[in-house]
């Protein structure tokens, strides 16, 4: 399984971004996906995850603001990032868990400015 994550960048502050994962396999074969973010000099913590029956669950830290959604119909992973925090600011990994495997995006920058 190949992930492809895009639509990071830098954003002021309470300003909006959409990430993008692409999984190269059916979306329907995945048991649960999710973001994972690192902040500099932080270790990575766990953003939203979303399971193959469409439940979510988010880290308090994003409850609110961010939203993880999945397309099946593209096979993509996304997370929908609103009133953007500097504490925001990392590298956002995608991940999947499918047959007992995990798997790992190679990440995109997010950037928010003060």
């Known amino acids: 399984v190949r992930l492809m994550e895009s639509g990071g960048g830098l954003v002021q502050g309470g300003g909006s971004l959409r990430l993008s994962c692409s999984v190269s396999t059916s979306i329907f074969t995945i048991d649960r996906a999710g973001w994972f973010r690192r902040a500099p000099g932080k270790q990575r913590e766990l953003v939203a995850l979303?399971?193959?029956?469409?439940?979510?669950h988010y880290a308090d830290s994003v409850k609110g603001r961010f939203t993880i959604s999945r397309d099946n119909a593209e096979d993509t992973v996304d997370l929908q990032m609103n009133s953007l925090k500097p504490e925001d600011t990392g590298d956002y990994y995608c991940?999947?868990?499918?047959?007992?495997?995990?798997?790992w995006g190679q990440g995109t920058q997010v950037t928010v400015s003060s």
């Open positions: 979303i399971f193959s029956r469409g439940n979510t």
């Open positions: 991940h999947v868990f499918r047959d007992g495997y995990s798997y």
